[in-house]
């Protein structure tokens, strides 16, 4: 199993970017994907997940600015994120769990500056 995010940078507050995850090594289109950031100094948490349907789900503080999708003909998911906040800066990580076992991509940088 591979994950490999992209996409990342530095971008102003007020400002989009959209994410990339490529993955590989297991049947895309049946496994629920998620992306997941973490800030320095604190948890990793959920931003996004999309079942393998289709279906999104979004916690409050990025719900309405943020959108997940996925091209299972490409076997990747997307996050684009629109309204960025200083808040939004840390590393993005794509998921997927199999077998109960969590995979992680190797991260992507986002820093949103004010």
């Known amino acids: 199993v591979q994950l490999v995010e992209s996409g990342g940078g530095l971008v102003q507050a007020g400002g989009s970017l959209r994410l990339s995850c490529a993955a590989s090594?297991?049947?895309?289109?049946?496994?629920?994907m998620g992306w997941y950031r973490q800030a320095p100094g604190k948890q990793r948490e959920l931003v996004a997940s999309?079942?393998?349907?289709?279906?999104?789900n979004y916690p409050d503080s990025v719900k309405g600015r943020f959108t997940i999708s996925r091209d299972n003909a490409k076997n990747t998911v997307y996050l684009q994120m629109n309204s960025l906040k200083p808040d939004d800066t840390a590393v993005y990580y794509c998921?997927?769990?199999?077998?109960?076992?969590?995979?992680w991509g190797q991260g992507t940088q986002v820093t949103v500056s004010s």
């Open positions: 998921n997927t769990v199999i077998r109960m076992y969590d995979y």
């Open positions: 999309i079942a393998r349907g289709g279906s999104a």
């Open positions: 090594g297991f049947i895309f289109s049946i496994k629920a």
